[in-house]
């Protein structure tokens, strides 16, 4: 990312004054700490419940029961990860790991993910087989469950929603819970429905609706994590755009080499050469890029190369591309 650098400015968490950087890392400790208490909580609903579901469920006979016991059962090893990663994401970066253990959002959303979608290759085809052969169920014992499931689930997304947001690992995590609240209006309705015209299927067709939702949400969330991985630019982040505010600032030339990526929990980073027009100051015009990025496009971690330029004015061919490397924007666009 551009490391052998004239001039390296750092901004954010990863520069500026000593006693910024300690504010920074404080805050971010206590914001992450309150995030686990509430990850906690929801995490204690949801196993009180599950132990409860599971065991109606064998005497209901109910797949659909055992079906949301089975997600509740995922939901709760979600929580559980996604504490342990919030615990491990604080971890300061050190020897190899230069860029600390941010990116344990990213593989715990990723591994919630595909989770969800081996849960709903197994219940698509127990699912399949009970409509083939549908088996006696107690519907209302079935609706009861779902109904008090229901408000369980709510209580639970309501309290890991408190979270931060931003997070890919909290996002993984409340969308194991917020399925499997859908998944017990879906299982509530199949048991009324079993309750008032006997048809034992709807248990069956309940389980689908869910595997639906379970595909959806894990697609999801493998595709957030793998755009982390492949250092895609965030989701809602321009580069383009981004490139061009960095030229338009009073002193540059030309903006090339430039990358933006997600460090990881919501966090972007950018690094760009810089080229500096005739005799302006280098650590003035990074510094004015350095407040357009943080004040324009909230990124505050940056690392630029600014330097003059040398020679000519650069050339517009159409091999400009191949000269100045990805991501190449001038101030003097126009001029083409």
């Known amino acids: 990312m551009g490391c052998a650098s004239k001039l390296v400015w750092h901004s954010g968490q990863m520069g500026g004054h000593p006693d910024e950087h300690v504010g920074g890392a404080h805050h971010v400790a206590v914001t992450a700490a309150t995030d686990r208490r509430w990850l906690f909580a929801a995490l204690s609903v949801i196993v009180?419940?599950?132990i409860a579901e599971v065991t109606v469920g064998l005497l209901a006979g109910s797949l659909a029961l055992l079906t949301d016991a089975g997600h509740m059962l995922t939901d709760a090893a979600a929580l559980g990860l996604a504490i342990a990663a919030s615990r491990l994401s604080q971890r300061p970066a050190r020897g190899s790991y230069t860029f600390g253990f941010t990116r344990i959002d990213a593989l715990s959303a990723q591994a919630n993910g595909i989770t969800l979608l081996?849960?709903?290759?197994?219940?698509?085809?127990a699912a399949i087989g009970r409509l083939m052969d549908p088996p006696q169920v107690k519907g209302a014992l079935v609706l009861v469950v779902a109904v008090i499931g229901v408000g369980a689930n709510l209580l639970a997304v309501l309290l890991a929603g408190r979270a931060n947001p931003a997070s890919l690992n909290i996002r993984g995590a409340v969308?194991?819970?917020?399925?499997?609240?859908?998944?017990?209006?879906?299982?509530?309705?199949?048991?009324?429905v079993i309750l008032i015209t006997g048809w034992t299927r709807a248990d069956a067709v309940a389980s689908l609706i869910v595997v639906l939702l379970m595909v959806y949400s894990g697609v999801s969330l493998v595709r957030a994590a793998?755009?982390?991985?492949?250092e895609a630019a965030p989701v809602g982040i321009d580069p383009r755009r981004i490139g061009q505010d960095m030229a338009d600032v009073y002193g540059v030339a030309?903006?090339?080499?430039?990358h933006v990526w997600d460090l990881g929990a919501g966090e972007p980073a950018l690094s760009a050469h810089v080229v500096v027009s005739g005799s302006f100051d280098c650590h003035q015009v990074a510094d004015g890029v350095r407040s357009v990025l943080r004040d324009n496009h909230l990124i505050s971690h940056a690392t630029l190369q600014a330097d003059h330029r040398q020679g000519e004015p650069a050339s517009f061919a159409d091999e400009c591309a191949v000269t100045h490397g990805p991501g190449y924007v001038s101030s003097i666009d126009d001029a083409r």
Not at 176 to 181: E, F, G, I, M
Not at 226 to 230: E, I, Y
Not at 254 to 258: K, M, P, R, S
């Open 48 to 50: 009180a419940f599950m």
């Open 226 to 230: 793998g755009r982390v991985f492949l």
């Open 118 to 125: 081996l849960l709903a290759t197994w219940f698509t085809v």
């Open 254 to 258: 030309e903006i090339h080499d430039l």
């Open 175 to 192: 969308a194991h819970v917020l399925n499997d609240l859908w998944a017990f209006v879906a299982t509530a309705v199949a048991g009324g």
